[in-house]
């Protein structure tokens, strides 16, 4: 498979999303690194959004929350090259009402290759990382001939049929 070439500019556009029991972990970090993350465009959802203007002062793009459609706002963007990072502190121990959309979320980011912190640790070394103050070239798959496979043929006439991969 042949691989786009996506530069990411210096200032990147972050998406945070946290689960509620993770929330105040991500305040705390996004506290401690205030100064790493304002020259950034941050996006966040609901709540975690709202939260991070009061209480760091950082503009934030709100969507909605990540329940009523904000995981899918941000997966959106993802596919739309709108956002370059995610970070999402997700709660493993408590079964969220929107898993789907969470692991739809997380596929996303995988497929077109963001880079992905779901814990502090993780966040810590993403957000340090001499690539985050630069350019960087992104590899994305080319999904051109994913796009465009034939799997049905009607009477003479080709039909594209796609499968989610669930």
Known sequence: MHHKKIPMVTDKRIALVAHDNKKRDLLEWARYN???????????TGTTGETLIRELGLEI?????GPLGGDQQIGAKIVSNEIDFLI????PL???PHDPDVKALLRMAVVW??????NRATA????S??????????LVPDYDEYRSRRSVK??????VSFTSGF
């Open 34 to 44: 205030r100064s790493l993350l304002e020259h950034h465009e941050i996006y966040a």
């Open 124 to 127: 810590d070394f993403m957000i």
């Open 154 to 159: 009607n009477g003479g006439l080709a039909t």
């Open 94 to 96: 408590e079964p969220q």
């Open 88 to 91: 999402f502190f997700w709660d």
């Open 61 to 65: 793009n709100t969507l909605q929350s």
């Open 113 to 118: 290759n963001i880079p992905i912190a779901c």
């Open 129 to 138: 990382s001499p690539l985050m103050n630069g350019g960087y070239i992104r």
